[in-house]
T-cell receptor, first 116, second 110 residues
């Protein structure tokens, strides 16, 4: 079974530039998550999709971050414009069903973003 | 959101058992106890979860206190590949959220 795919793996941009990350979840997984992981901290949930609808985006800085999940499969996360504090690893995860605390989340390898 | 408390770091020798503790005194009735681990330069991976009873799987065992205010992840024989950050997480059945803390960094020595 193929895992969660993310690209690019690394990205370096200057502040005020734009950047986009792509995620392809495990086939058949209805729920998709984007997390931000700052160095030395645990991942923080940014947004959760159920199929192509947003379930939770309470932690997403909506003035600069946006995310979409067209057709309920792939997803993109965009930052525009980037700030120095956005330097982090951006992790995508998916799970079979959103509700129910027994379902595990499968994480991709992440995209390491450096903003200079 | 319910919180967990874990030691910042622990050490073990290879092939020895490892007991990773977690305190969660504010756990509610709808919270499941989940453990994930994160190997260097990788995304987190699921290890095990439980509600009230002790659980075993191919990776580890989870021992849950009777009052559910603490739990222990048990790696029966640590290997070098088990060196990772281990996260103890309370996952609310209703919200489905995983709220990560800073975890325990486990070092395994040969």
């Amino acid at each position: 079974e193929a895992g969660v795919a993310q690209s690019p793996r690394y990205k370096i941009i200057e502040k005020r530039q734009s950047v986009a990350f792509w995620c392809n979840p495990i086939s058949g997984h209805a729920t998709l998550y984007w997390y931000q992981q700052i160095l030395g901290q645990g991942p923080k949930l940014l947004i959760q999709f159920q199929n192509n609808g947003v379930v939770d985006d309470s932690q997403l800085p909506k003035d600069r971050f946006s995310a979409e999940r067209l057709k309920g499969v792939d997803s993109t996360l965009k930052i525009q414009p980037a700030k120095l504090e956005d330097s982090a690893v951006y992790l995508c995860a998916s799970s079979f069903i959103g509700q129910g605390a027994g379902y595990e989340q499968y994480f991709g390898p992440g995209t390491r973003l450096t903003v200079t | 959101d319910a919180k967990t408390t874990q030691p910042n770091s622990m050490e073990s020798n290879e092939e020895e058992p490892v007991h990773l503790p977690c305190n969660h005194s504010t756990i509610s009735g709808t919270d499941y106890i989940h453990w994930y681990r994160q190997l260097p330069s990788q995304g987190p991976e699921y290890v095990i979860h439980g509600l009230t009873s002790n659980v075993n799987n191919r990776m580890a065992s989870l021992a849950i206190a009777e009052d559910r205010k603490s739990s222990t992840l048990i790696l029966h024989r640590a290997t070098l590949r088990d060196a990772a950050v281990y996260y103890c997480i309370l996952r609310d059945y209703n919200t489905d959220k995983l709220i990560f803390g800073t975890g325990t960094r486990l070092q395994v020595f040969p």
